[in-house]
Each structure stands twice: as C-alpha cells, then as structure tokens.
C-alpha cells in the first residue's frame, strides 16, 4: 500500500473572520470552508472533501495582526453552535490548541505582528459535515484586542485586523 499525502493551508478573511472586540479571557469562534476559492489547493483534495467531513492533521499556524496580543488559537470538531445544544459542550468537542504570546510576535519596519509557533500535528475531524476548520480565537492580554476598523494601529496599518493561516496534510 502506498501512502500518498498532501498539504496545503486554509486562510481566513480579515474582512469576516475574528472581528469582534476581545477583552482578556474573551473568545470568538469562527468556521472557514476548507474548498473556497482562496482555500482550494488542489481539485483532487478539493473533490475529497466534497462529502462534507474533513479529515487532517493540522500541522502550522501563522496568525498575522494589527496589534500585538496573545492569543490561543483552538481547534474544535464542529460549530459552536452544534456545541452550545449538546449537555456538555466542551468535554469532547475541542480537539487542540495552540498558545501564540505576544513576547515571541515579530513586528517588519513597524506594520503588523506575525506570530508561529512550533507544535505536533492536531487530527482534525469535521464531525458536523460541513467542510468546515472550526477555530477559535482566544485574548490572554490583558489589554482589549479591537473590532475591526478600530483601536491604536502601528504607522502604515489602517485597519485593526487579524488573519490566521493554518497549515494542513491530508492522507489520501
């Protein structure tokens, strides 16, 4: 038998995703379609996805914002919604996480922070069937994280922001 693999990364919107205003312990969650246009890295893969269940190892997370937070970026086995109906919602919905601080962010020529981190592999599995990355997004500043279009912005940033890019292999 041969295995064969691919990979490729699921980016979200800065315009839709993580928009909301967070203050510290606050999370926004957010679901992104693995087969979008901007998502798509390969017909094949894409074509595999289209029963609905995604199936992955979540292998790289960069997040890119205006302002410097830290962050816990959670990875969970469907909507939160689909959560919030089940009697204990988080006990077996949330599948890893990974801790972004805001000491280790780098900043170019004073524009956005770009954070990453190394971690081992988180097996994804859409459970709800809606091809779907269901991630949240978690503040541990202490200082507010604004809503899009608001908040003190580094020089040469001209909306507050944030985009999360995940990086994923996929068996076939």
């Not at 980016?11 to 205003?21: L, M, P, V």
């Not at 909507?79 to 962010?105: C, I």
């Not at 991630?135 to 001209?158: D, I």
Request: aromatic share 12%.
């Amino acid at each position: 038998m041969v295995l064969k693999e691919s990979f490729g990364y699921i980016t979200s919107d800065k315009n839709r995703h993580f928009t909301d205003a967070l203050i510290n312990g606050a999370s926004e969650y957010e679901n992104i379609q693995f087969d979008t246009r901007a998502n798509r890295f390969s017909v094949a893969v894409a074509s595999s996805y289209e029963v609905g269940q995604a199936r992955c190892f979540i292998t790289s997370v960069l997040l890119t914002a205006a302002t410097n937070h830290s962050f816990t970026v959670s990875f969970w086995t469907r909507r939160a919604a689909y959560q919030a109906m089940a009697a204990t919602p988080y006990d077996n919905a949330l599948l890893g996480w990974v801790h972004l601080d805001s000491k280790e962010a780098w900043q170019v020529t004073g524009s956005e922070f770009h954070y990453a981190t190394a971690f081992q592999a988180i097996p994804y599995l859409d459970e709800d069937n809606l091809n779907e990355l269901h991630v949240g997004l978690m503040n541990r500043s202490t200082t507010t994280k604004a809503a899009l279009g608001s908040g003190n912005l580094p020089a040469g940033v001209f909306q507050q922001y944030i985009t999360l890019r995940v990086g994923y292999v996929k068996s076939a």
